[in-house]
C-alpha cells in the first residue's frame, strides 16, 4: 500500500512538473528561463497562452548571444529564428530581460489558443517548447 501511495504521488508529481511548460538553459555566462502566460483579453476576444522568456547576463562582462527557440506543432520541429531575423541579444553586466508582448514580442512564442467569449478555442493549433539554443558571438 505505502509502495502503491508513493507510485501515485511521484507520478503526480512528474504529470505537475510537465505541465508547468517550463524549458530552461543555462551556461557559464547566461541563463535563460521561461514561463508560461496567458493573454485573456475579453474586449477584443483574445484568449491564448504563450511562453515568456527571460535572458540573464551572469557576468560582469557584456556578452552577446545568438537565441534558438526549438518548438514543435506536433507533427513538425521549428526554430523560432527560422523565417524570423536572428535572434541577437546583447546584455550590459549581470543585465537581465525579459519577453512581453509589447516591447520585448521576439522573447515570446504562442503556445495555444483558450476558451474565449464563446466557450470555443479559435483553433486547436498548438506549439511545444522542446529546447533552447545559444550560441555565444
Do not use: W
Not at 508529481?13 to 514561463?35: A, C, H, L, P, W
Amino acid at each position: 500500500m505505502k509502495r502503491l501511495l508513493f507510485s501515485l504521488a511521484l507520478c503526480s508529481m512528474m504529470f505537475v512538473s510537465n505541465v508547468s511548460g517550463q524549458e530552461n538553459y543555462s551556461d557559464e555566462k547566461v541563463e535563460i528561463n521561461s514561463t508560461v502566460k496567458e493573454l485573456k483579453d475579453k474586449t477584443n476576444d483574445k484568449f491564448y497562452s504563450y511562453y515568456q522568456f527571460s535572458i540573464k547576463n551572469k557576468t560582469s562582462e557584456s556578452i552577446e548571444i545568438e537565441v534558438d527557440f526549438i518548438y514543435s506543432d506536433g507533427n513538425n520541429t521549428r526554430k523560432r529564428s527560422e523565417g524570423d531575423e536572428n535572434l541577437v541579444f546583447t546584455l550590459a553586466p549581470n543585465e537581465t530581460i525579459e519577453g512581453d508582448l509589447e516591447n520585448e514580442k521576439a522573447l515570446t512564442l504562442f503556445k495555444e489558443f483558450n476558451k474565449g467569449n464563446s466557450g470555443k478555442k479559435a483553433s486547436d493549433v498548438a506549439y511545444e517548447l522542446k529546447e533552447i539554443n545559444v550560441k555565444h558571438l
